[in-house]
């Protein structure tokens, strides 16, 4: 058992929204706090260019 | 430090440097006066390193209208057949620490301003603006403008400048992009009062009339004048800020209308080239989608040191260009904010809440965001014989950034140390 | 050809200003040609290479504006230069512009956000999750496609920070009352659940809120979550959690089989837990923990039974009215021909189908599907039903470059109408789900597919008796009451769960001698 003081189920939500506007959308008619970001992958995608970007940024 | 921090510190400086540019007007010569490298039979042209069989129909015009205005040739058909024998050369300007717009094509006998930076002492050339030659046309109409340039007009302001000693460009550029100028496609307001000080110039010179007065005329009826000296200053600025070890922030963008390039600090004088992109725009009379050519000129050097579209959020005058809203004005400025390093202490936008414009683009984040540098341009014809068709906005090629990138790595990555003999 | 202009004096315009006007009047249907500019030497030779000539040009200059027509017909050329003030003074539209692009963006707007979202690709979601992780975030992932080995290394670095992933492939959760991905508007209450399956978890939440009762948090694992690979993380987090939660009485689980090892923890977990548990496993084979404290369910509606009776009776609000009666089996046999010995499901929930086998093959008839309790009944993508046969229309196969059918119905329309004109098939089994984020009209979607098999069916013998659950309630964004006259007046017979609906049709295919494959069948 692992009783948690910052119990993800206790307070208000407050959310950041990656990808489909609509769940954003959604959570700000139930009064919700969110943030939409209209996600993008970093490097476009670009595997060997993440991979290069870990190491100099 | 590690490779990181090596690369903070070392984009930090080239930065500084970006920054530090004191531009100031010294001279207005004819280029082999001033370029080296530029006597003989040479050519200087916009953009990367291109052979004249692969240069686009409209550098190829400008080219063509060159040789004519040298004399080196007496009609287009005997031009043509001494390009294609190879008895002209063909540089890149940037390679003689010049920058031209358009095709920039520049020649021996054309006056260009000479720009100096006085904090490092490097100087810088480009030559005029025009609205013809350097967009393909070589008619004799399109000449009889550079020949004007060469006989009255840039003499004349040459004189009156040695006049005043020399001239703080800086009190202009600062002021005109208060005004609404970004420096690229709107220079009404810089070419204003640049033409302001050089009346006074022309008059306390005691330049005769028949001479001041065209010559006055010409500064008061052209409000991309100052593009030509912006250029130069983003060259001149630009210069000191490369060869810095480890350092990501690019130095130059350029394009001759068939490639896109750039040129990396921390890379020296490598070119990282894609194929030149179209641009999204509007078009004068007569002119449409299907007759233009591609992204073409040096000119993206004032994009290079912050001006240019990166300043779009300050120019209001551009908004229909960037389909049409303040909104996406600052949009467009904000995202580049996130590709660069600094932000400029005394180049400010009004409409941007008077922050200082975005300086030092980096490699490494254009790649990271997927953000390309944003452009805003004239527009060519694709073939020769025609003036300017119209404007737009264009970006950067992600592969010039991901080529510099891939170099970047392949350079100063820490290689695996051997493990130790037993 | 008819050509016109105008020549304003002393009007100076900015010249990118006007080419824009420019391009807005050339749009205009029949003009040919547009020109917009200020009357400079150069621009009258552009106007009279494109035939526009006059003295009022001629003698116009650079402050003047002239704005140049050249059009199909007259009528045109007038139409278009009387809009000219128009054109030249319209306001321009705006389009907002998100600026935000990266997690680190979201996180410097929102500074204080306890919660990340993703719907974004799965082979992107193992190093974003993370870093939301690392940044103090929970985590609602709906995303699917994500490596089974990423959700572990998430999983044990939540645990580890004693933060929540609900997901990957997770498509419902409430939490404090708000619906996160898929999920139903229900009365807050004292019921918690906990489950891999987000249509099992809508159904669950709403059949306690048509019981009168309310949930505490429904909390959406991922599909994989009780696999031995994940081993249970989230779902035994999600335990401990409903546990320590003071607002929640009764928890109960909702999930199809888990993996032997994570099985056999969860168990002993549930047995040791301090709150009255009742574990509903769909599709399980395994029997239930004889004598402890788990209360075992076979379905869905036998679950939140169970926790209603758990829960203790205290004071509830009135329960949700019942649905009008049906009209009985014998009736409805009466108007099948003897060939019509079939029956055929399409669902938009994949446990709800799953569910239903379940529910078919205890009374021993062979069920095919695409998505099978037992992989000998296999459909494969492109094979035709036969038999007894239900298809989950939100697998890979049907949504591959489509939406999910509880938000696009359209491959199921096409299917409706196949299945409908089958002359095998006696019934047709749909579920509709409501809820946030769902179509704004499940029935809607489909309701003309339904009508129009009907009607190809009525051209030959035999009745189709198409049997629909509803799963929402009357809070839901969509109009419950008006989905459910919807499919009445369409003749449809509904019922509020899966499990109901699909024992009606039982009771009807019961009529039958061994219905499903024989030579008769498919």
Known sequence: MDPKADNALDHPLVVVNLGLKGFAESLERQGVEVVQVDWIPPAGGDAEMQELLDELL | ?422 | MATGYVVRPNRYFDSVFLMGVNQRLARVEGVRQTAVLMASEQNKRLLSEIGVDGADIRAADADDLVVAVVAEDPAIVSSVLAGLDEALTTAMSVTATSDLHTLEDGLRAKPSANMALLTIPGGFVYPEARKALEAGLDLFVFSSNVPVEDERRLKELARDRHRLVMGPDCGTSIVNGVGLGFANAVRRGTIGAIGPSGTGLQEFTCLVHHAGLGISHAIGTGSHDLSDEVGGITSLMALDKLEADPRTEVIAIIAKPAGPATRARLVERLEACGKPVVACVLGSTAPGSAGGKIVWAKTIDAAAEAAVRLRGNRETPAATKPLPALPSTAQIRATWTPSQKNMRGLFAGGTLCYQSQQILREAGMVVHSNAPLDPADLLGPYEVSRGHTLIDMGDEFHTLGRLHPMIDGSLRRQRIVAESVDPSVGILLLDFILGRNASPSPVGDVLDAVVEGQRARSKSDGRLTVIASICGTEDDPQDLKQQEDLLRQAGVLVFHSNARATSFCLELLSGDEGGGDGPEGG
């Not at chain 2, 590690?2 to 970006?18: F, G, H, M, S, V």
């Not at chain 2, 409209?58 to 190879?86: N, P």
């Not at chain 2, 050097?301 to 005058?317: D, S, V």
């Not at chain 2, 490494?364 to 060519?380: E, F, G, H, M, S």
Request: aromatic share 6%; with cysteine.
């Open chain 2, 1 to 422: 430090m590690d490779l990181k921090q090596k690369i903070t510190q070392a984009n930090d400086e080239a930065t500084r440097r970006l920054m530090a540019g004191d531009p100031v007007l010294v001279d207005v010569a004819p280029a082999r006066e001033v370029i080296p490298g530029l006597d003989g039979k040479v050519i200087t042209h916009s953009g990367p390193r291109i052979e004249w069989r692969r240069m686009c129909g409209a550098q190829q015009g400008a080219v063509i209208g060159m040789v004519l205005y040298e004399g080196w040739a007496e009609d287009t058909k005997a031009a043509r057949a001494m390009l294609d024998r190879g008895e002209v050369q063909l540089e890149p300007n940037h390679h003689h620490q010049a920058v031209g717009p358009m095709a920039g094509t520049i020649s021996p006998s054309a006056p260009v301003w000479v720009v100096e930076n006085r904090v490092f002492g490097n100087r810088a050339f480009c030559r005029q603006v025009e609205g013809r030659q350097q967009f393909g046309e070589y008619s004799q109409e399109a000449l009889d403008g550079l020949r004007r340039w060469r006989d009255l007009w840039a003499p004349t302001l040459r004189e009156a400048l040695r006049h005043i000693g020399s001239l703080d460009l800086n009190p202009i550029i600062i002021q005109a992009l208060q005004m609404g100028d970004e420096l690229h496609n709107r220079n009404s307001a810089s070419s204003s009062l640049f033409a302001n000080r050089m009346a006074v110039a022309l008059l306390q010179a005691g330049i005769p009339k028949e001479r001041a007065l065209p010559t006055m005329q010409y500064l008061a009826g052209h409000n991309l004048l100052f593009l030509g000296l912006a250029m130069a200053c983003g060259k001149v600025t630009a210069d000191p800020a490369r060869g810095v070890e480890h350092s990501a922030v690019v130095t130059a963008m350029c394009r001759n209308g068939t490639e896109f390039g750039i040129q990396v600090s921390g890379l020296g004088d490598a070119w990282f080239t894609a194929p030149a992109p179209a641009v999204e725009g509007l078009y004068l009379p007569g002119y449409a989608k299907a007759d233009a050519g591609l992204d073409m000129g040096d000119s993206a050097i004032t994009e290079t040191i912050g001006w240019g579209a990166f300043t779009l959020g300050g120019a209001p005058g551009i908004l229909p260009l960037v389909g049409g809203t303040p909104e996406e004005a600052l949009h467009h400025s904000r995202e580049m904010r996130k590709i660069t390093t600094g932000v400029h202490p005394i180049y400010r936008m009004p409409a941007f809440g008077f922050e200082g414009t975005s300086v030092g683009i980096d490699i490494r984040k254009v790649v990271q965001l997927n953000l390309a540098p944003i452009i805003d341009t004239a527009i060519a014809h694709r073939e020769s014989g025609h003036p300017i068709i119209g404007a737009g906005l264009t970006r950067a090629p992600m592969e010039c950034f991901v080529k510099a990138l891939r170099a970047f790595g392949e350079r100063y990555k820490v290689t695996e140390t051997p493990a130790v003999a037993g």
